[in-house]
């Protein structure tokens, strides 16, 4: 299982309670798409995920941009995954992002909202915030494998689901 967080914006921990707790403890891979905002939340993260992939955000130290890239593209369970914490040009930008690096599903952050976008080429994906909502609910994304892809679903840290969406590998 693939768990996607971002928009931490915490200064100790990684502010998991809940759902969100429980998914990063039986994920085999943990996505942050940036604004862990201190070093030391970056590395609560490496202590409770089995696996952390991640990208920096505009609100994160000098610290943790200096240890994480702008973006990353990664293979999971045949989906190619391109992740940023935000783009320039909203969902186009975005878009346009996932289609140069081959990507099949984009991850970004930044605005707080959780959103799934299946309309274009590439699927893209906002989490929202598990700890910094915001106005919006407190609420990360889970994506699990299946015979053409994965099936994925977001989910507030009271356990409710309240969108789900399936990404196709090419």
């Known amino acids: 299982m693939l768990v996607v967080l971002s928009d931490t914006h915490a200064t100790e921990s990684p502010s998991l309670v809940g759902a969100a707790a ?14 862990f905002t201190t070093e030391a939340v970056l590395d609560a993260f490496h202590d409770v995920a089995a696996d952390l992939r991640a990208v920096h955000g505009n609100r994160d130290s000098d610290a943790v941009t200096d240890r994480l890239p702008t973006a990353t593209t ?3 369970a045949g989906v190619r ?19 140069e690096r081959g990507a099949d599903l984009v991850v970004s952050g930044h605005t707080h ?10 699927t893209l994906l ?3 915030s598990h700890a910094d909502p915001r106005g919006a609910r407190q609420s990360f994304a889970v994506l699990e494998p299946t ?9 507030t840290v009271d356990g409710d689901v309240f ?4 990404v196709e590998n090419d």
Do not use: K, Q
């Open 22 to 35: 429980d998914a990063v403890d039986d994920a085999e891979l943990v996505l942050h798409a940036g604004d």
């Open 74 to 76: 990664l293979t999971y």
């Open 81 to 99: 995954i391109a992740a940023t914490h935000r783009r320039r040009g909203g969902a186009t930008g975005l878009a346009m992002f996932g289609r």
């Open 113 to 122: 909202r959780p959103v799934v976008d299946e309309e274009g080429s590439v």
């Open 126 to 128: 906002n989490p929202g």
């Open 147 to 155: 015979e053409d892809g994965l099936a994925g679903r977001l989910e």
């Open 163 to 166: 969108a789900r969406f399936d």
